[in-house]
């Protein structure tokens, strides 16, 4: 069993920046991926950014040069660094969780990120 918790979302306006993060807990020690996914009003749920325990990572072309994902492994915690936020990025930001090896998907509740213009 894995529990997913994230944190450090808010309002904020076009140009400025928000650090999420997604405390795990679990036996997670094996080899898996966790990402970021998120949600606007009226759309479907889309990917951010993963990244693997191994540290291979993988950006949505919309984030790529603004957004940076990392994980400290001992803490078991992942990490989404989004700059230059710009109104689009607006959306309930998602916590995931898999292991490399199985189909089965682990979601945190969420947490909002809004951006002015």
């Known amino acids: 069993q894995v529990q997913l918790v994230e944190s450090g979302g808010g309002l904020v306006q076009a140009g400025g920046s928000l650090r999420l993060s997604c405390a795990a807990s679990?036996?997670?020690?094996?080899?898996?991926?966790m990402g970021w996914y998120r949600q606007a009003p009226g759309k479907q749920r889309e990917l951010v950014a993963t990244?693997?325990?191994?540290?291979?990572?993988n950006y949505a072309d919309s984030v790529k040069g603004r957004f940076t994902i990392s994980r400290d492994n001992g803490k078991k915690t992942l990490y989404l660094q989004m700059n230059v936020l710009k109104p689009e990025d607006t959306g309930l930001y998602y916590c995931?969780?898999?292991?490399?090896?199985?189909?089965?998907?682990?979601w945190g509740q969420g947490t909002q990120v809004t951006v002015s213009s």
């Open positions: 995931n969780f898999r292991f490399t090896d199985s189909a089965h998907n682990w």
């Open positions: 990244e693997t325990s191994g540290g291979t990572t």
């Open positions: 679990g036996s997670i020690f094996i080899r898996n991926i």
